[in-house]
């Protein structure tokens, strides 16, 4: 064999040997992937993409200063269509295609139960950084998975108390069937068993209803009234209720009460006919350290956005990203085992917030501030992007689950 013969030999099989170890996902990495499951089509879309503009601003930014340990981040993108089993497919890809070093999103609390399920069996490490349902954090946690948001029990807990204490105690529920709005219920009556109050019934209401008609001529009719309608609707089918509450009057004759107001929501059916009381998980015109800084940035990241200021959607996902590559860096590993130990037990300070953030090692819930707020008018409104009025806050170790009452028990490590 001539020399250039065995120079041809060597690079074939250099070659062919850096294709194998590439494919196996064992090639030295030059990037950090970042995998993202945040929904772009479905009940969810626009709350997705609120999370990913945050989590895009929290990529750049470390980005800009060279990365985690040495290495640029990139983020790949999956639409979960806000269905659960795409979602567990979309996840199984980006874990075993795309080689992630973790990943992030969801909003759908089913679809993060579904997603967390994959992670875990990939031991792979998963934020679900929209999501509410307590189960999320509780009878389906796992040792990979952590929740950014406040759980059902936080929210519910932040606003209910002062419902039932200055608006009424005889309650009608509105829910959601599915794994968030059935938890939402189930907290709100809780409460109401607490305070003394009576439940007057309950409407389940199918992902991607559109016509609320035959719901809110029930509700018209209920005798006796309801002192308040607690709801625990999200999404677009959350905002087609409140067009046809006001369609209907009967923002004229009942009182609404929500879980949780995601600003998308109020900004699609516009200062007019935004309704109600709820618990909020942050907000742009908040007097806490770093949010005038946030939103200024944000305003400059993103001119054209539909929503012209950071939403609580667009907080979480930038929290939780920044806290996911935050713990990179601590660790110095995108091992997995690493990344959780470094997570677990963690306080975030810097958080936009009156106090800081916990994150509990032994369930991996995000502890933090609840908000309770009330819908302003037009007339109140300081400018268009004005929905809310904070009237309290409830700090997050006083209103979340405690380990008596969680069921929750993560997996041994891998």
Known sequence: M?????????????????????NLGLAAD???????????????????????????????????????????????????????????????????????????GAVSSSCAVAISEVAQRGNTVYFNTNTNSSTCTGKYCHR????????????????????????????????????????????????????????????????????FSSYLIKIRNLKPKPDIIMCTIGGVDNTAMMEQIFEFGIDKDFRFGFSLRDYSDAWTVGLGKNIGTFA????????????????AKYKKRWPNAKIPIPENNTYQGYIGTRTMLRAVERAKSLKTN?????????????????????IRPWDHQFVQEVYIAKAKTAKEAKDLTDFYRVIGSMKGPDIVRSRAENPCKLEPYK
Request: no cysteine; proline share 3%.
């Open 280 to 295: 909020i998980e942050w907000y742009h015109l908040l007097d806490t350290p770093g949010t005038k800084e946030f939103v």
């Open 30 to 104: 030059d990037v950090v992937r970042m995998g993202v499951i945040s929904p772009a089509s479905g009940n969810y879309a626009d709350m997705g993409a609120a999370e990913r503009r945050g989590m895009t601003m929290a990529v750049e930014e470390f980005n800009a200063r060279g990365g985690v340990l040495g290495k640029k981040i990139k983020m790949t993108v999956e639409d979960t269509e806000t269905d659960p089993s795409a979602a567990a497919r979309k996840a199984k890809k980006l874990m075993e295609r795309n080689k992630v070093h973790f990943m992030l």
């Open 2 to 22: 001539g020399k250039s013969t065995k120079i041809v030999g060597f690079g074939m099989v250099f070659l062919l040997t850096l294709f194998m170890f590439t």
């Open 338 to 358: 690493d990344i959780i130990r470094a997570l677990e037990g963690h306080t975030i300070y810097d958080n936009m917030k009156n106090f800081p953030t916990y």
């Open 144 to 211: 990979t998975n952590f929740r950014v948001g406040p759980n059902n029990h936080m929210l519910v807990f932040g606003v209910a108390p002062w419902i039932a204490r200055n608006i009424g105690k005889n309650w009608y529920f509105i829910t959601h069937d599915y794994t968030w709005g059935r938890s939402g219920t189930k907290e709100f009556r809780s409460i109401l068993k607490k305070e003394g109050g009576k439940e007057l019934g309950e409407s389940l209401i199918p992902l991607g209803t559109r016509d």
